[in-house]
C-alpha cells in the first residue's frame, strides 16, 4: 500500500485531463504559420519539399501532403514558413487541409469540420473503429495505440478500436494502400455494418504520402467510397486524433 502511494505521489497524474485544451511542447510541428512578404522567391520547391505539399504562387502548404520534416525551415530562412504547435489539424474535407497566409489556427479550427446531424445523432455516445493498416511503416498505427494508454485514454470519451471490422461503426485508414493491401481493406470496409465512417489517418493514408509516385500503391478505394475525416500527421499525434473524433462526433 505504501509503495503504491510513494508511486502516486512520484508520478502525479498520468492521464491529461483536458484532452480538448492540452498543453504541447513549443517544438512540437502543428499548423503551419505563412507569410509571403518574407518569402524568397528564387527557391526551388521541388528541391524542398519531397511530397510536394509547399507551393509558392501563392504560398501555400498542402497539409494531407506534408509530412512535417521542416526542410522548408530550413531552406526558407527569411522566415516565411514556421509551423505552430496547434495539434487540431483534422478536415471533413480535402480542399479544408491547404493552408494560406490567411488561415490562422482559430480560422483553420473553426470552418475544419462541419456538425452533421445523422453523425451526431448516431454516434454522439461513442463510437468503435476498426484500424486498418496499409501498408504504414508502423509510425501512425503506433501513436493510435497511445490513444487507449493512460496518458490519452480516448476510452473515456467512448472512442475504442476493435479486433473485428463487423464489431465497429467505421474504419480508420493508415498508410499510402498497397497493392496486397487494397483487397483486404475493401473487404474490411464491406465487412463493417452500415452506417459507418472512414477515416484517413496521417499523410500515406491522405495522399501517398512520400510514396504517392509508387506503383506499388492501388489507391482506387478512395475513389469508390466517401472519406468522412481527414486526420494529418506523419506520425499523428495522439491529441490530433481524439480531437478530431470528438470534433467529428461533437462528444460535450
Known sequence: MFDTLKMKLWQKNQ??????NAKIKEQFRGLPVLD?????????VNKICPTG????NPLSIDMGLCTLCGRCINKCTKGAIKFSNY???AADNRDKLIVTKEITPEIYHKRAIDVRKEIYSIFNRSIKFRQVSAGGC??????????SNANFDMGRYGIDFVASPRHADGIVITGPITKNMAYALEDCYKSTPDPKVVILCGACAISGGIFKDSKELNREFLDKYKIDLYIPGCPVHPLTFINAILDFIRKK
Not at 492521464?15 to 480538448?20: A, E, N, R, S, V
Not at 508502423?138 to 490513444?147: H, K, R, V, Y
Open 87 to 89: 495539434y487540431k489539424l
Open 15 to 20: 492521464f491529461i485531463p483536458d484532452i480538448k
Open 53 to 56: 505539399a509547399l507551393k509558392i
Open 36 to 44: 509571403d512578404s518574407c518569402l524568397d522567391n528564387g527557391i526551388d
Open 138 to 147: 508502423n509510425g501512425c498505427e503506433m501513436e493510435l495505440n497511445a490513444c
